[in-house]
């Protein structure tokens, strides 16, 4: 597996509680479901780059990719919130994941990477 798999899964399992969450409303939770594969996505980008994540750095980094999605107006403000908290419900997995990719070994540039890179 790549070093991104392991945090992929677990970000995209926690945010997966958002989509069956009764709560929230249809809406929501529709929207929420349109963007969570990115957001997971650049979310694990980010914290592939750090070696060891402190609750500190996964709190910047989800808050600094969710308000990207805010400021691109792809997610409500309400929306951005209610993804927050369930992530940071779920940073000892995240944490958890990431030494497992770590003693993985290298991670694999994807072709989604390389043209974001290129």
């Known amino acids: 597996m790549t070093k991104l798999g392991f ?18 409303g249809k809406a929501t ?19 592939s780059r750090i070696k060891d994540i402190t609750q500190e750095t996964y709190t910047q980094v989800v808050g600094a990719v969710v308000h990207g999605f805010v400021e691109a107006k792809k997610i409500t403000a309400d929306e951005a919130a209610e993804i927050k908290n369930e992530l940071k419900k779920g940073f000892e997995e995240i944490q958890k994941s990431h030494k497992r990719e770590l003693e993985a070994g290298t991670p694999k540039i994807t072709n989604k990477k390389k043209a974001r890179l290129g």
Request: hydrophobic residues 40%.
């Open 7 to 24: 945090l992929r899964g677990a970000l995209l399992g926690l945010m997966a509680g958002l989509l069956v969450a009764p709560r929230s």
């Open 29 to 47: 939770r529709d929207n929420i479901k349109r963007h969570y594969e990115e957001i997971s996505d650049r979310i694990s980008d980010e914290l």
